[in-house]
């Protein structure tokens, strides 16, 4: 592996040793107890979102503003879907009855990530250096 | 949170992203060879990882994206290494969504290229000792300013209010000065040891 190839490994290996401990953003809305919260996926409250619930027909049945640890006690017995929206871009939907998807576990899928990118860039070298020695001989 | 995620733009600001990206992606990606495979799949990973550091800040979560870093190292093709990390960054993290992929793509990307050209600017002084460390900084700060510049100019466009767009300012300034100070440390040190990749020495 070449001294370009090292570098770089080792930047995005600095990147990614702080990242397992804090993982990354993403809104998160979850129903427990009859209150809802809303998060950001590291954790923090995000006492900016406006939830919104409605019913079958997409109409909204209630819209208010979280406290300020992220949560809000049930307004509306039945509805359909609910959405949190901090205002900034992040968005996040609750559906009764609804099971979210599987996810693997930050750090497991960063090193997934970096796996595909490194293999990548080895297939690069491999090429180049096959290519360099077809020119030399 | 330079991402948007799914749900919050219309499906024609959608279709018109992924449209600009495709054209970004054909127009910078002639730049693209083998020969430059293993540097572009490496900054790309940086640019993937860096979205996991990141604070929480007046009441939202922002986070690193080195998007000036890769413009100074790729060029052009920052743009088509930005696309892919966006698009791993919704497959494994769930950053954005996939009809807006190709609107968090063409904003990152561009910051990106912004980052690239502001650092050509140093060839404007050939004698400045200290050239590529200062438009290094500025670089990656104006890649930071540009990104949350299509951010909010996106949000502004499909009708989020003007507080809205002064918060996502407001709570990326650490985010600029962060990346400023991190892609003007590695111009230096790159300057210095492997001048060769930085783009156009």
Redesign the interface.
């Known amino acids: 592996m070449s001294k370009q190839t090292c570098f770089l490994l080792l930047v995005s290996l600095l990147v990614l040793l702080p990242g397992t401990h804090v993982h990354a953003h993403r809104l998160i809305l979850t129903l427990e107890n009859n209150s809802f919260t809303v998060r950001y996926d590291d954790g923090t409250a995000a006492n900016r979102a406006v939830i919104r619930i409605l019913d079958e027909g997409e109409r909204v049945l209630w819209e208010g503003s979280v406290s300020e640890g992220g949560t809000l006690e049930l307004p509306v017995k039945n509805f359909a879907k609910v959405i949190a929206d901090d205002g900034l871009g992040h968005r996040a939907t609750y559906t009764p009855g609804q099971k979210t998807g599987i996810q693997l576990p930050r750090p497991l899928a960063a090193a997934l990530g970096l796996s595909v990118f490194i293999f990548i860039a080895s297939l690069g070298r491999f090429f180049t250096e096959k290519k360099r020695c077809a020119q030399k001989g | 949170?330079a991402?948007?995620?799914?749900?919050?733009i219309t499906g024609t600001m959608a279709a018109y992203g992924f449209a600009m990206t495709g054209a970004m992606s054909v127009l910078t990606g002639r730049k693209f060879s083998?020969?430059?495979?293993?540097?572009?799949?490496?900054?790309?990973?940086?640019v993937?990882?860096?979205?996991?550091?990141?604070?929480?800040l007046l009441?939202?979560?922002?986070?690193?994206t080195?998007v000036g870093l890769a413009g100074i190292l790729l060029g052009p093709m920052s743009f088509l290494s930005v696309f892919v990390a966006v698009f791993?960054q919704k497959m494994?993290?769930?950053?954005g969504g996939f009809t807006t992929l190709g609107i968090n793509a063409f904003n990152i990307g561009m910051a990106a290229m912004a980052g690239y050209y502001i650092f050509r600017l140093r060839f404007m002084f050939p004698r400045w000792n200290h050239a590529v460390t200062v438009f290094g900084v500025l670089a990656g700060f104006g890649a930071a300013v540009a990104m949350v510049g299509m951010?909010a100019g996106?949000?502004f466009f499909i009708g989020?209010?003007l507080s809205?767009v002064a918060?996502?300012f407001a709570?990326h300034l650490p985010v600029m000065i962060g990346e400023g100070l991190a892609t003007g440390f590695?111009a230096a040190a790159l300057a210095r040891t492997?001048r060769e990749?930085l783009f156009h020495e």
Do not use: R, W
Request: net charge positive.
């Open positions: 949170m991402h948007i995620q799914e749900g919050v083998v020969q430059n495979l293993s540097k572009v799949s490496m900054v790309t990973a940086a993937f990882c860096a979205s996991l550091l990141h604070f929480p009441g939202t979560s922002v986070h690193f080195f791993f494994l993290f769930q950053h951010l996106t949000l989020f209010p809205s918060v996502v709570a590695l492997k990749n």
